[in-house]
């Protein structure tokens, strides 16, 4: 398929995505073989998530360029993912910090919906200025506690200036997942924690 005017960015597990910069659009072409049933199950999510701050928003126009393929529409976030901005140079703690509480604040929105986002990692995670913005929910159902995990694991993708990491934070965020699950049972038990040693900080 011929798509002019945009640029390819990558191919992943779902499908092909190109960027059109004059519209300012992302659009992901969905494999061929790409379920029906995942295709509805995704553009649900989308749509309920929508009034959600931090979640990517799809933009409604099934037939985007008459391209006749099954294919997710969504606005364009400047910026880049958390994973090139950790290329590029270490975060700092009050940065990282105020990303992963980001994070687990839509995520804890999310869950409140009953949608599982199944994907979080850095390069799902769109910075712009000091905004946060989830991209690539996945298709096929997990549990929120996969979240949670994905969560904690995340902490350690970001390239933190270890030295600063007080032990007080690491703590907060288990390596392994049989511990992550005994110290919290919902998103929202993390947020309360995070909120803790947010207070702890101030005082
Ligand atoms: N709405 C968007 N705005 C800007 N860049 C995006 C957007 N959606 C995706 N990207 C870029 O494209 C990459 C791949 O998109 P993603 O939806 O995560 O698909 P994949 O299934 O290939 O991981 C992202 O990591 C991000 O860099
Ligand atoms: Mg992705």
Known sequence: ????????????????????????????????????????????????????????????????????????????IEGHSLAKICVKRSLSLFEALSVMSKIINVIVEVHQEDIVHGDIHAENVMLSNANITLIDFYAFRKQKTDDLVDICKLFYEIKWDVELIPKEVKALFPKRKDAILRRYTTTKDLQNKMRLLFRSFHV
Do not use: P
């Open 1 to 76: 398929m011929i798509l002019e005017n945009f640029n390819y960015i990558t191919s992943g597990c779902e499908g092909d995505v190109y960027v059109d910069n004059a519209h300012k659009r992302v659009i992901k072409l969905l494999y061929e073989d790409f379920s029906q049933e995942n295709f509805i199950y995704l553009l649900n999510i989308y749509r309920r998530c929508q009034y959600i701050h931090g979640v990517i928003k799809l933009v409604n126009d099934i037939k985007y360029k008459n391209i006749h393929r099954k294919h997710l529409l969504f606005d364009y």
